[in-house]
Nanobody, 123 residues
Framework: VQLQASGGGLAQAGDSLRLSCTTS????MGWFRQAPGKEQEFVAA????????YYTDSVKGRFTISRDTAKNTVYLQMNSLKPEDMAVYYC?????????????????????WGQGTLVTVSS
């Protein structure tokens, strides 16, 4: 399974960016991020069907995860960006075929990772 993340870049506070992650299959997908000097953290996830979505509290109402099954692509629409959103964003997936994933906030639950895309937010 290969994941290809893209869409990062430089934004100002309040701006929007959309990240994309192209995958070779249709499985439960997650986005994580890691800011300089900080631990990796869960951001959002989407079930295999796209029916269920999950977010960490700090991005609820600002970020939206979605998927286009025809394109095997998962998106992370990031609105109202804040300086604290600045990080390298990684998409990840699992080899498990279930629609949902228990403990989806834990990085150890994911088996495949994209290369990361940098999001820089200036104040």
């Amino acid at each position: 399974v290969q994941l290809q993340a893209s869409g990062g870049g430089l934004a100002q506070a309040g701006d929007s960016l959309r990240l994309s992650c192209t995958t070779s299959g249709r499985t439960f997908m997650g986005w994580f991020r890691q800011a300089p000097g900080k631990e990796q953290e869960f951001v959002a996830a989407i079930s295999r069907s796209g029916t269920n979505t999950y977010y960490t509290d700090s991005v609820k109402g600002r970020f939206t995860i979605s998927r286009d099954t025809a394109k095997n692509t998962v998106y992370l629409q990031m609105n109202s960006l804040k300086p604290e959103d600045m990080a390298v964003y990684y998409c990840a997936t699992t080899r498990r075929i279930g629609s949902d994933l228990y403990h989806y906030t834990e990085a150890s639950r994911y088996d495949y990772w994209g290369q990361g895309t940098l999001v820089t937010v200036s104040s």
